[in-house]
């Protein structure tokens, strides 16, 4: 078995690929609308990272989910990208509309990690290689 994809549903796709690519200097693989629905993937090594509308959620899960809100608490599950210098991403991604939680910090284990939230609210961290 692999891990293929992550993925998450969001209001808009096509701003949130746009946030991604000017965030994080993602490429973005696909963005088609099936009249019902709008998927989009990108570019982000060997898995793939999608994002599809909600639309889609509502019809997948029709007895209900949260949907991730950018004004309550993050949900418990965070993407992590690798970087070589954290806080030029950090700041790039600040830059690009991300909201601070954690600012580049050294861990105990010899990684630097930073984290913000996408502007759906997600938790993004960045990672040192």
């Given amino acids: 078995m692999k891990f293929g994809y992550t993925i998450i ?12 690519e000017k ?11 099936t009249g019902k629905f709008i998927w989009a993937e990108i570019e982000t090594g060997d898995t793939t990272l999608a994002f599809s509308s909600i639309s889609e959620a509502e019809t997948l899960f029709p007895g209900g989910f949260y949907a991730n809100d950018p004004t309550q608490p993050p ?13 030029t991403a950090y700041m790039k991604a600040l ?22 939230r996408d502007p759906n609210g997600v938790l993004v961290s960045l990672v040192s290689g």
Avoid at 9 to 20: I, L, R
Wanted: charged fraction near 20%.
């Fill in 9 to 20: 549903w969001v209001n808009d796709v096509a701003k949130t690929v746009e946030f991604y």
């Fill in 23 to 33: 965030a994080f200097g993602l490429v973005r693989r696909t963005l088609r609308d």
């Fill in 75 to 87: 949900a418990l599950i965070q993407i992590s990208f690798i970087t070589p210098d954290v806080g």
């Fill in 95 to 116: 830059g690009a509309g991300a909201k601070a939680i954690d600012a580049p910090k050294a861990q105990p284990w010899g990684q630097t990690i930073a984290r913000v």
